[in-house]
């Protein structure tokens, strides 16, 4: 069974820092790029990170650039998402997403990630 569990989520304060996890199983992990994407309230889902298989490029969302960092532990079957400086518009539910396809040059097309997470949710108080 094909399984993207996110954890880590939780409520912090403007300037704080968080830890996302999301730890995959069910399919052969180092053959798939990873996607963090979130939603917050209504609003639409928006593409955060991306971090490729093979040379583990990363891509971010102009949002987030210099604030998030991606990155994988394919011994673990785990990607990770640091995020500092949190500021109150970062809040939202956070999902990973996995797709076998390379994610250049459009890493934020949500038809090709193959699996998704349930989220985890990030709250930033002001």
């Known amino acids: 069974e094909v399984q993207l569990v996110e954890s880590g989520g939780g409520l912090v304060q403007a300037g704080g820092s968080l830890r996302l996890s999301c730890a995959a199983s069910?399919?052969?992990?180092?053959?798939?790029?990873i996607g963090w994407f979130r939603q917050a309230p209504g609003k639409e889902r928006e593409g955060v990170s991306c971090i490729r298989r093979g040379d583990g490029g990363t891509m971010y969302a102009g949002s987030v650039k210099g604030r998030f960092n991606i990155s994988r532990d394919n011994a673990k079957n785990t990607v990770y998402l640091h995020m500092i400086s949190l500021k109150p518009e970062d809040t939202a539910v956070y999902y990973c997403?996995?797709?076998?396809?390379?994610?250049?040059?459009?890493?934020?097309?949500?038809?090709?990630?193959?699996?998704w997470g349930q989220g985890t949710q990030v709250t930033v108080s002001s």
């Open positions: 997403a996995a797709r076998r396809s390379d994610p250049w040059p459009a890493p934020w097309e949500e038809d090709e990630y193959e699996y």
């Open positions: 069910g399919f052969t992990f180092e053959d798939y790029a």
